[in-house]
């Protein structure tokens, strides 16, 4: 026997069913079918919700301080030894006032977090620049290691101000020493060796502001950081591991 019945609303959500021909017992297992379905689907929904919640919470909780972020600037250049130095052209050049920029190395050998460099300051046009500044400023860029997507890593700006260091031999020993476990292949520049170039001295770079930028987004610390906090932090152990992993585990997840 076929029977008709009119359109309903069954289950939560309300669902509408328009009028349908069907026997008995087919209309019996579609109201059926139909009521688990919204009932199941209710529940995922629910699940899900909850769970979203849960993850903004923790990802609220988990927001960057500028204590992490101190931590982290001091880890990316403990780990590196490669960044971009930026001066300033002096009045006397035809490009008075323009920014100038080149790779240049370092070697974290300080505990305050200063860099130890190489000056040169005829061969260079940073040096120059630096040495024609009345303050000796300058400014030190290091990012986080080449790895997937270095748009979502840290990276610091430094500035700061560039002195040439008072050297005897025992001094000039340890400095050598230091730099040169950054860059083995430096031993051929080194200031008093035997293989030293041009005017090469050493010289400290002491900053005295720090800009971090964390990553994308409202999570990462993006802002200055307070000189005394970068000097009295201590790089984390297992740096650059810690700097890479969460930002790209996130990033592969969502953009396999």
């Given at each position: 026997?076929?029977?008709?019945f009119?359109?309903?609303?069954?289950?939560?959500p309300?669902i509408?069913?328009?009028p349908?021909n069907?026997g008995?017992s087919?209309r019996?297992?579609f109201?059926?079918?139909?009521?688990?379905?919204?009932?199941?689907t209710?529940?995922v929904?629910r699940?899900?919700?909850?769970?979203?919640v849960f993850?903004i919470?923790t990802?609220?909780?988990?927001?960057?301080t500028?204590?992490?972020?101190?931590?982290?600037?001091?880890?990316l250049?403990q780990d590196g030894?490669?960044?971009?130095?930026?001066?300033?052209?002096p009045?006397?050049?035809?490009?008075a006032?323009?920014?100038?920029?080149?790779?240049?190395?370092?070697a974290p050998?300080y505990?305050?977090?200063?860099?130890?460099?190489?000056?040169?300051?005829?061969i260079?046009?940073?040096g120059r620049n630096?040495?024609?500044?009345s303050n000796?400023?300058a400014?030190?860029?290091?990012?986080?290691?080449?790895?997937?997507s270095?748009?979502t890593k840290?990276?610091?700006s430094l500035i700061?101000t560039v002195?040439?260091l008072?050297?005897?031999?025992g001094t000039?020993?340890?400095l050598a020493e230091?730099?040169?476990k950054?860059?083995p292949?430096s031993?051929w520049?080194?200031?008093?060796?035997?293989?030293?170039v041009?005017d090469?001295v050493w010289?400290?770079?002491?900053?005295h502001?720090?800009y971090?930028?964390?990553?994308f987004?409202g999570l990462?610390y993006?802002?200055?950081?307070?000189?005394e906090?970068?000097q009295s932090?201590k790089?984390?152990?297992?740096?650059r591991?810690?700097?890479?992993?969460?930002?790209?585990?996130?990033?592969r997840?969502l953009?396999?």
């Amino acid at each position: 026997m076929r029977s008709s019945f009119r359109g309903c609303r069954i289950g939560q959500p309300n669902i509408y069913i328009p009028p349908l021909n069907l026997g008995d017992s087919t209309r019996f297992f579609f109201v059926r079918a139909t009521n688990s379905f919204n009932l199941q689907t209710v529940a995922v929904m629910r699940l899900f919700s909850i769970l979203s919640v849960f993850a903004i919470s923790t990802l609220v909780a988990a927001k960057e301080t500028v204590e992490d972020a101190a931590r982290i600037a001091r880890t990316l250049i403990q780990d590196g030894s490669v960044g971009t130095m930026m001066s300033v052209y002096p009045e006397s050049h035809q490009l008075a006032g323009q920014p100038f920029g080149l790779m240049e190395y370092y070697a974290p050998c300080y505990n305050n977090g200063s860099l130890l460099i190489l000056y040169f300051s005829r061969i260079s046009q940073n040096g120059r620049n630096i040495q024609a500044s009345s303050n000796h400023s300058a400014s030190f860029a290091i990012q986080s290691p080449p790895s997937y997507s270095l748009a979502t890593k840290p990276r610091v700006s430094l500035i700061g101000t560039v002195t040439i260091l008072e050297e005897d031999e025992g001094t000039r020993k340890e400095l050598a020493e230091c730099y040169a476990k950054s860059h083995p292949d430096s031993k051929w520049w080194l200031p008093g060796g035997n293989g030293g170039v041009h005017d090469a001295v050493w010289a400290i770079f002491n900053p005295h502001t720090i800009y971090f930028v964390g990553g994308f987004g409202g999570l990462h610390y993006i802002g200055y950081i307070p000189p005394e906090l970068y000097q009295s932090y201590k790089p984390a152990s297992g740096g650059r591991t810690l700097l890479v992993n969460a930002a790209e585990s996130i990033w592969r997840y969502l953009f396999p």
